[in-house]
């Protein structure tokens, strides 16, 4: 499956679905944004993060955070961070008014790939997903796994082909055969109606 690491949500392989997400990739390769502030949430100076990972767990270990805004990447000490409703709450050193916690807004809190949560066995960073060829068992090279869709019941891929322009390939067990990340790689087996000959 796969996990959002739109950002830090994974993927399970045999549940097949390939691909978390510890929130949103941000454009440098070697960054993974794993919460977005959204606003401020009182005169001290608190802030309101969206957490963009399947680990929020992971706001209350915080000792420094790093923030990318602008362009620009600082890190930061944390005094604290609690959850609040589905958000967490996070202080910051030196971030003492609303005034300056107003110009954190839209900022992303950043992580290194090797800051990933290790995920299980067959499971995936959506992030991992995206790029890899997708080859069909009957039809060969399908194309490029350009998107991962969080649905509810099953992640969804969008693939872009040549032929068949965007397909939506469902990530279950009967459909994704095997992901090789080395090889840069997902086998399918397309069911009869996902593709239109």
Not at 84 to 100: A, F, I, N, T, W
């Amino acid at each position: 499956m796969s996990k959002k690491l739109s950002g830090e949500t994974p993927d399970k392989a045999p549940d097949k679905r390939p691909g978390r997400e510890e929130s949103v990739y941000m454009e440098r390769d070697d960054l993974i944004s794993i919460g977005r502030i959204v606003g401020t949430f009182s005169y001290d100076g608190t802030l309101k993060v969206y957490p963009l990972t399947d680990f929020p767990e992971r706001f209350k270990k915080m000792k420094k955070v790093r923030l990318e805004r602008a362009g620009k990447l600082q890190e930061y000490t944390v005094e604290w961070t609690r959850p609040h409703k589905e958000l967490y709450l996070l202080k910051l050193q030196g971030v003492d008014s609303m005034e300056k916690a107003g110009e954190f807004k839209h900022a992303q809190l950043v992580i290194d790939q090797d800051e990933l949560i290790p995920l299980p066995e067959g499971e995936y960073y959506h992030f991992q997903l995206e790029g890899l060829k997708v080859i069909d068992d009957e039809r060969g090279f399908l194309g490029e796994l350009t998107e991962v869709l969080g649905t509810g019941a099953n992640d969804v891929y969008v693939v872009k082909t040549a032929q068949h322009g965007e397909v939506l390939i469902p990530a279950i067990q009967d459909v994704i055969l095997s992901v090789d990340l080395a090889a840069g790689e997902m086998r399918v087996h397309l069911l009869p109606g996902l593709l239109e000959d």
